[in-house]
């Protein structure tokens, strides 16, 4: 079955909640063997897949760390498939004091944390001549969000960009890297925030398991061809 993950395994950043959790749910329901990482052990997650049978294992480390994120691709035994995911989202205006750290916190957690994350990964995939990565992005790099703030637009459309260029770079070495571009999902990262759902054609925000389902699917044999693409999952709010 080219939809299955049985026999894959794959690391998964930011994986203690969100569509971290629910996308080890969906490739521990496909098959895969699960490395979960946060920047505590994300036991929770880990407890109930195991109960389900599924093989996993639990990293703590922060993507900002080059040196530790180097250690985890080097360390495990098997690494077929990297999601990228762990990211923030603050939702502060530009105009408050103390912004500019919360830009440099936002690149570096989701632009440099994920080349910190890859750059190792892309080495060992070459020399084992195989691999996927999927990066998750958002829809705020695409057309700059429905509510997104500038740091975290700048961030996601550097994501982006940053897809085309590693894809180009690894395809020859048997290697496909995409991202997932999701809109406005039902998480915590927007707790508290306002949305207007009559600005998503299809009226409503998406569950984690609406992007955690593309998510595995790049993940597997059956997006073998699939390569440098960006895979909006939006409600409509951005149409490729």
Same mark, same amino acid.
């Not at 044999?221 to 951005?238: M, R």
């Given at each position: 079955?080219?939809?299955?993950?049985? #026999?894959?395994?794959?690391? +998964?950043?930011?994986?203690? #909640?969100?569509?971290?959790?629910?996308?080890?749910?969906?490739?521990?329901?496909?098959?895969?063997?699960?490395?979960?990482?946060?920047?505590?052990?994300?036991?929770?997650?880990?407890?109930?897949?195991?109960?389900?049978?599924?093989?996993? /294992?639990?990293?703590?480390?922060?993507?900002?760390?080059?040196?530790?994120?180097?250690?985890?691709?080097?360390?495990?035994?098997?690494?077929?498939? +990297?999601?990228?995911?762990?990211?923030?989202? @603050?939702?502060?205006?530009?105009?408050?004091?103390?912004?500019?750290?919360?830009?440099?916190?936002?690149?570096?957690?989701?632009?440099?944390?994920?080349?910190?994350?890859?750059? @190792?990964?892309?080495?060992?995939?070459?020399?084992?001549?195989?691999?996927?990565?999927?990066?998750?992005?958002?829809?705020? #790099?695409?057309?700059?969000?429905?509510?997104?703030?500038?740091?975290?637009?700048?961030?996601?459309?550097?994501?982006?960009?940053?897809?085309?260029?590693?894809?180009?770079?690894?395809?020859?070495? #048997?290697?496909?890297?995409?991202?997932?571009?999701?809109?406005?999902?039902?998480?915590?990262?927007?707790?508290?925030?306002?949305?207007?759902? /009559?600005?998503?054609?299809?009226?409503?925000?998406?569950?984690?398991?609406?992007?955690?389902?593309?998510?595995?699917?790049?993940?597997?044999?059956?997006?073998?061809?699939?390569?440098?693409?960006?895979?909006?999952?939006?409600?409509?709010?951005?149409?490729?």
């Amino acid at each position: 079955m080219p939809f299955s993950l049985l #026999g894959k395994t794959i690391l +998964i950043t930011g994986a203690a #909640g969100g569509i971290g959790s629910e996308t080890a749910r969906v490739c521990a329901e496909l098959g895969a063997n699960l490395v979960l990482a946060d920047l505590q052990e994300p036991l929770s997650i880990a407890e109930e897949l195991r109960g389900k049978g599924a093989a996993v /294992q639990v990293l703590a480390f922060d993507v900002r760390d080059r040196q530790a994120s180097e250690d985890v691709v080097q360390q495990l035994p098997q690494l077929d498939v +990297i999601v990228a995911n762990a990211g923030f989202c @603050p939702w502060d205006d530009w105009n408050e004091p103390g912004w500019d750290d919360v830009f440099h916190q936002t690149i570096d957690i989701n632009a440099l944390g994920v080349i910190n994350l890859l750059r @190792p990964g892309l080495n060992r995939m070459i020399s084992q001549g195989s691999g996927r990565m999927v990066l998750v992005s958002s829809v705020a #790099g695409r057309m700059g969000g429905l509510r997104a703030s500038p740091h975290y637009v700048v961030a996601k459309g550097g994501i982006n960009a940053m897809v085309k260029w590693l894809a180009r770079k690894a395809a020859p070495h #048997g290697i496909t890297v995409n991202a997932v571009a999701p809109g406005a999902t039902a998480t915590n990262m927007v707790q508290g925030q306002a949305f207007d759902e /009559q600005a998503i054609p299809l009226g409503r925000m998406a569950t984690p398991r609406e992007i955690a389902m593309p998510v595995a699917f790049l993940c597997s044999d059956a997006a073998s061809y699939i390569c440098g693409t960006i895979l909006d999952v939006n409600g409509g709010v951005y149409m490729n």
